[in-house]
């Protein structure tokens, strides 16, 4: 089946260790998001892929970076993560030609 | 720019019960409208979704919604919720005609189904 895949699923790391979520995908859209999603709140966009060009939301920390090697992979880096980034983070998928994200399972960050 | 109320936070129903999850929205462009359902621990699936046409929109689980220009609300209802049906509800607006699709989302309701 097609499907959006994130890996892993849990991810624990330390206080300023950097971590890196991965996200892989069968459907061969050309759009990837990627979206912080904190205890009981909506999921808030952090940037997207179209195609190659990386679009970042304004209110993004710099301290969130991506990376898309290719169409079905892509990376979201946290380069020193604190506290109050723990979060569930969901990584979607659309075409520019559809109306429809497709969601992954999500990958829970934990912080100590 | 677009946003989205949900002003239940939490909806608490019995087993069998109907139910409505309110959604409001406010854009300045005509848009499109999603209802998404989040289980515990897992991502987005989504249930409907209105892009133009009928205004009565009908998605999978049994689940419904009506899109209300006059009154900028998109609610979600089912004539009776199982248990299965307990999880958290997020509607969401998109501008139409803009390819492919940045979403605001609403915080969400929380259905809880009881026996």
């Known amino acids: 089946d097609a499907m959006v895949i994130q890996n892993p699923r849990y991810q624990v790391t330390q206080f300023g260790k950097p971590v890196t979520l991965s996200c892989s995908q069968t459907?061969?859209?050309?759009?990837m998001y990627w979206y912080q999603q904190k205890s009981s709140q909506a999921p808030k966009l952090l940037f997207h892929?179209?195609?190659?060009?990386?679009?970042n939301e304004a209110d993004t920390p710099d301290n969130f970076q991506s990376r898309r090697p290719n169409t079905s992979f892509c990376f979201l880096d946290i380069r020193s993560p604190g506290l109050g980034d723990a979060a569930m983070y969901l990584c979607?998928?659309?075409?520019?030609?559809?109306?429809?994200?497709?969601f992954g399972p999500g990958t829970r960050l934990t912080v100590l | 720019a677009q946003s989205v109320t949900q002003l239940d936070s939490q909806v608490p129903v019995f087993e069998e019960a109907p139910v409505e999850l309110r959604c409001n929205y406010s854009?300045?462009?005509?848009?499109?409208l999603f209802w998404y359902v989040q289980y515990p621990n897992q991502g987005l699936q989504l249930l409907l979704k209105?892009?133009?046409?009928?205004?009565l929109v009908k998605g999978i689980n049994g689940f419904e919604a009506e899109f209300n220009k006059s009154q900028t609300s998109f609610h979600l209802r089912k004539p009776s919720v199982h248990i299965s049906d307990t999880a958290e509800y997020f509607c969401?607006?998109?501008?139409?005609?803009?390819?492919?699709?940045?979403?605001?989302f609403g915080t969400g309701t929380r259905l809880l189904v009881s026996p």
């Open positions: 979607a998928t659309s075409t520019d030609a559809n109306n429809e994200q497709f």
């Open positions: 459907l061969n859209h050309n759009v």
């Open positions: 892929y179209y195609d190659k060009d990386f679009n």
């Open positions: 854009s300045s462009v005509s848009v499109y």
């Open positions: 209105y892009l133009s046409g009928s205004t």
């Open positions: 969401a607006v998109g501008r139409m005609n803009t390819g492919f699709q940045k979403l605001v």
